[in-house]
């Protein structure tokens, strides 16, 4: 009964409220706030908030499979790559497989890790110069998400 009464109040909620919808924290927030509240009530919006907590908590410790995968690729690179060789974005992009652009957004985040060390170089073409990445002897440890526990 008091998922449903919830359900009712927070539509309405909405519906008077033409500028934003508002979030699920923010009506259970305010059912809390709500004077003479039953119980029941209070005790099923504290448990809803609690439960809002926990996902967030999961959400904000887990990696994206798309930030899994740059690790794997950062990785690779680490593995592959030799101390002594500069590598430039385009090359990097080759040897991993991916386009130019990801790779330089690797070696920036390498570099933020300390696991390589920026510089530059005459581009092939004579004209101008690239960015260069070198590997500093920094251990690369890849980033993962938490084991799950049973709970």
Do not use: H, W
Request: net charge neutral; glycine share 6%.
């Amino acid at each position: 009964m008091a998922a449903t009464v919830l359900r009712v109040a927070e539509r309405e909620a909405i519906m008077a409220t033409n500028e934003k919808a508002m979030t699920m924290r923010e009506f259970l927030n305010g059912v809390l706030a709500t004077e003479n509240l039953a119980p029941e009530l209070a005790n099923f919006a504290t448990a809803k908030l609690a439960d809002l907590d926990e996902k967030n908590a999961t959400r904000r410790n887990s990696l994206t499979p798309a930030q899994l995968e740059n690790e794997k690729l950062k990785a690779t690179f680490v593995e592959t790559a030799t101390a002594e060789t500069a590598y430039a974005a385009s090359a990097v992009a080759e040897m991993l497989g991916v386009s130019t652009q990801k790779a330089s957004a690797l070696m920036r985040a390498l570099k933020a890790d300390g696991v390589v060390s920026e510089g530059e170089a005459k581009s092939a073409t004579g004209k101008g110069k690239v960015k260069t990445y070198t590997l500093t002897g920094v251990e690369f440890v890849p980033k993962t998400n938490p084991e799950k526990t049973e709970g």
